[in-house]
């Protein structure tokens, strides 16, 4: 298969196709352009190395434009002896293929697959036809990763010694290929909306998994002795300690990739083949904070604007991490940032920049906690407090007698729905009387994944869940109005085979009236309590996230999965 040239003038420029595709801006295209100029790259890597776009994003598009095959990992031979022997057999040495990021191995026809992160280099051409004469040379291109984990497999007598020093480490760390490896995991993950990365280490691999809608997904598997070098990289630019392996460290990282303003925090875990790596994805561009888009129902809308709007009181929005919690708490800052009233918010981080209210930055590593800053923050005549999370009871301790003095208190808390937080706060050393009396509100949320829009076919759920739906629609008839639209996932290319794409919230809002502060100064259990809610129309998680599957938003498996095998009260929570 010959390659055509770029410069033919029947074919089009790369950067027109990316173009077209709408995977690069004008903008980039012209910075790169000048960078060309001065530095006589090709546009492409000009391209991934600034971060315009990922090296998964290019290479089909620059496989079209040559005429070439775009492979993948799992295209390559499972085996490593038949592409050695391949390599063996052209007389080059093992360490020119390295050089040059190139993987050859013969097919079935006899003809010999030639892969390459740039297969249009002429060197490479011309030896590679020279070294298999009377073979015809099938060119393909495949990442960069892909062609080093084979080349790595292939020659595993080149493997090494740990690196030990912290030198050697930065040496590594700053090496070329490290540096665009790890440019191309991070381009990945953001090109698939991935909200983590994790970088596992095993005996002789280690894996790569992103974590995409709440669900982890390996992508690829890389050989161990590669992992201290992307391990010293990430520390490096995080600004963790190279050298130091065996405590947990975090760090962050500000860049750019895929076109993305991005916030990376990075945790580094010592485990029994190395240091557990995971990066959180958080891009800087600012969320939706529209309630109806995240997922909130007409009733639910009217409900939290009423609550945000208080006088005073604490407002708690619960759920694990990566909930959306901090996105809520946004959105209702957001409906009460008119200009009347002083805002003033503690975070760590602070994910958001929200004009007219005051962003307070918490660092406990100088001693700066939230429950310091929450002292200092009373003396700047506040009307509204936004705290990241209560962590501890110092801060807990705070945020109720803020509220209790004519502070609306915004907060978080780490519980598995509204019911449950009660319990939480009295257990951290809060009298019952002063949770009952501080608390407003609770809010609980879960994020579930919406069906594909490519794939998903209508189905019938199983019969528990008819008729869980048929007692909703008894309940809510304004929000279960026409015909079901239940829904099952299949998968397609455009979801990768998932059946899902994007998520959406869950939500239930428990407000403390005066008979619900009485069963929590009686210490009433979950149940007991959920019988007095339920009384002033409060639906739980997996109600509200059974009208989504009603209405085909998602699945009735999905909210199974995320709300777990029983709620509060037990059964579907009807």
């Not at 070294?131 to 090494?160: C, E, Y």
């Not at 503690?346 to 310091?372: H, L």
Request: charged fraction near 25%.
């Amino acid at each position: 298969m010959s390659i055509r040239s770029a410069n033919n003038s029947s074919v089009q420029p790369i950067g027109v196709l990316l173009l077209e595709r709408g995977l690069v801006e004008q903008n980039d295209i012209e910075r790169s352009l000048v960078i060309q100029e001065q530095y006589h790259s090709r546009i492409g890597a000009i391209l991934v190395r600034t971060g315009a776009i990922s090296e998964d994003a290019l290479l089909p598009v620059l496989a079209e434009q040559l005429g070439v095959r775009f492979l993948l990992q799992g295209e390559f031979p499972s085996q490593g002896a038949g592409i050695l022997a391949t390599m063996q057999s052209s007389g080059l040495p093992i360490d020119w293929f390295m050089d040059q990021k190139a993987v050859v191995w013969e097919l079935t026809d006899g003809n010999i697959q030639c892969v390459s992160r740039n297969p249009i280099d002429s060197c490479l051409q011309e030896t590679l036809t020279a070294s298999f004469p009377g073979h015809r040379l099938v060119w393909g291109i495949a990442r960069t990763q892909d062609v080093d984990f084979v080349l790595k497999m292939a020659n595993a007598s080149l493997r090494g010694d740990e690196p030990g020093d912290a030198s050697h480490l930065r040496e590594l760390a700053e090496e070329a290929p490290v540096i665009e490896l790890v440019n191309n995991l991070l381009s990945q993950a953001i090109d698939e909306n991935a909200s983590d990365i994790h970088l596992e280490p095993e005996e002789r691999t280690f894996v790569v998994r992103y974590r995409i809608d709440g669900v982890l997904h390996q992508r690829t598997t890389l050989p161990r002795d590669r992992f201290d070098a992307v391990a010293s990289r990430i520390k490096l630019i995080s600004g963790a300690d190279i050298a130091e392996r065996r405590l947990p460290q975090d760090g962050r990282i500000s860049t750019r990739a895929s076109g993305k303003e991005m916030d990376i925090r990075v945790s580094c875990v010592p485990s029994v083949h190395g240091e557990s790596i995971v990066l959180r994805l958080l891009p800087k561009e600012r969320a939706n904070l529209d309630l109806s888009i995240m997922g909130m129902e007409a009733d639910q809308v009217r409900q939290f604007t009423r609550l945000v709007n208080e006088p005073h009181g604490i407002l708690l929005v619960t759920g694990p991490t990566g909930s959306g919690k901090s996105t809520t708490l946004y959105a209702g800052l957001e409906i009460v940032n008119d200009g009347t009233r002083k805002i003033i918010t503690v975070e760590d981080p602070v994910e958001y920049r929200m004009p007219g209210v005051i962003q307070i930055q918490a660092q406990e590593e100088i001693g700066y906690t939230f429950a310091r800053a929450l002292r200092a923050i009373l003396r700047q005549d506040p009307d509204i407090i936004m705290i990241g999370e209560i962590r501890d009871l110092e801060t807990a301790e705070i945020a109720i007698q803020s509220a209790l003095t004519g502070h609306m208190v915004f907060s978080t808390l780490h519980t598995n729905d509204c019911l449950s937080t009660f319990t939480r706060l009295t257990d951290m050393g809060i009298e019952p009387f002063l949770v009952g009396s501080a608390v407003r509100a609770v809010q609980a949320q879960r994020l579930v994944r919406k069906l594909c829009s490519r794939c998903g076919i209508p189905a019938q759920p199983h019969d528990e869940v008819l008729k869980a739906a048929e007692g909703l629609r008894l309940r809510y008839p304004e929000l279960l109005a026409g015909s079901p639209g239940w829904k099952q996932a299949v998968g397609c290319e455009h979801c990768r085979g998932t059946g899902y794409s994007g998520r959406l919230g869950i939500f239930e809002i428990l407000e403390v009236n005066q008979e619900l502060q009485a069963s929590i100064l009686r210490l009433d259990s979950a149940p007991a309590m959920q019988q007095i809610a339920k009384r002033q129309g409060y639906r739980t998680l997996r109600e509200d996230g059974l009208i989504k599957a009603w209405k085909g938003y998602t699945t009735p498996d999905e909210v199974f999965r995320v709300t777990g095998i029983e709620e509060t009260g037990g059964g579907v929570g009807v």
